[in-house]
């Protein structure tokens, strides 16, 4: 059975999640708290981040080629279209994800996570948001072309909800600014898969 060393609040941990309970592929979770640095992960994964996976004598630590080997492990479901160009384009959304969406709220949450609410910055804050919208911005117009994550679910909406998930948390979800990624958000958010992953809401202090 495949082994998951996670930490509920990351993204990429969620996002491997989520495609593990879409795929129904069984797994052990065992759970790395905020700052723990875990033995198992620091010997398993030379960047010594979460998640690491193990199955049998694989150890895979990059959440894109866990997601790259769930899809080849021939499951019963499948994660991405069959045509070479979606199946590209599907990639691209995924890489965006987490090369370009990330890291546009990422500094929100951060501050939020680890001050307390009176030593907030505003000005980073507002910043951090600013990105994360334009972002919004630009999925906003993906989704309008041609409906690539709201039709069949895939690697993209993996990566994607997470983010959606932790900005809603966070106090930055999206809103009706973005109507079409509202309505996909709603939708996405009763899936099984997100309703058997989501962290617990953050606690500001
Ligand atoms: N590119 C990596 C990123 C993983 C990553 O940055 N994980 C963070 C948590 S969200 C982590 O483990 N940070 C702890 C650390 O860097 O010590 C992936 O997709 O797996």
């Not at 609410?117 to 972002?135: C, F, L, M, Q, T």
Request: charge should be positive; glycine fraction near 4%.
């Amino acid at each position: 059975m495949i082994t998951l060393y996670h930490r509920a609040d990351c993204p990429f941990c969620w996002k491997v999640r989520i495609a593990l309970h879409e795929l129904d592929v069984p797994y052990k979770e065992i759970e790395i708290k905020l700052g723990e640095k875990h033995p198992d992960v620091l010997a398993l994964s030379p960047k010594g981040t979460v998640p690491v996976m193990v199955d049998g004598n694989l150890v895979i630590w990059e959440s894109s080629i866990i997601l790259e080997y769930l899809e080849d492990d021939h499951h019963a479901k499948r994660l991405l279209p069959n045509k070479a160009g979606e199946r590209a384009l599907v990639r691209s959304l995924h890489y965006y994800s987490d090369a370009i969406v990330g890291p546009a709220i990422r500094d929100l949450i951060f501050e939020k996570r680890s001050k307390p609410k009176k030593s907030w910055g505003a000005a980073v804050i507002a910043d951090s948001d600013k990105r994360w919208r334009r972002r919004l911005t630009e999925l906003e117009a993906k989704l309008n072309e041609d409906d690539r994550f709201a039709a069949a679910f895939s690697f993209a909406d993996c990566a994607l909800l997470p983010r959606f998930g932790l900005a809603d948390h966070y106090g930055a979800g999206v809103d009706k600014r973005h109507p079409g990624l509202l309505a996909w958000y709603q939708t996405m958010r009763r899936r099984p898969s997100f309703r058997a992953t989501e962290p617990p809401r953050p606690e500001f202090r």
